[in-house]
């Protein structure tokens, strides 16, 4: 029981500080979904419940805002 409050209460600290950034929807999303390490965009979209380019608008955001790197691959 303790664990569960414990991981509600972290989430809660989780969501306030995501909300103190500015972030939309979309980027909280995706930026939720890159915490484990770097994916590439269709995975991305698909761990963060978002269309492709859905994500790669939030991710070139969450670039601009520092808070996000895009490797493209040539």
Do not use: C, F, H, Y
Not at 43 to 63: I, K, N, P, Y
Request: aromatic share 2%; no cysteine.
């Amino acid at each position: 029981m303790a664990s569960t409050a414990g991981a509600a209460l972290g989430n809660a600290l989780e969501q306030e500080q995501l909300r103190a950034v500015d972030l939309s929807s979309n980027e909280r999303k995706v930026l939720r979904a890159l915490a484990g390490g770097p994916l590439a965009p269709p995975a991305t979209a698909e761990a963060a419940g978002l269309g492709e380019q859905e994500t790669v608008s939030a991710a070139s955001w969450l670039r601009t805002k520092g808070l996000a790197g895009i490797e493209e691959a040539m």
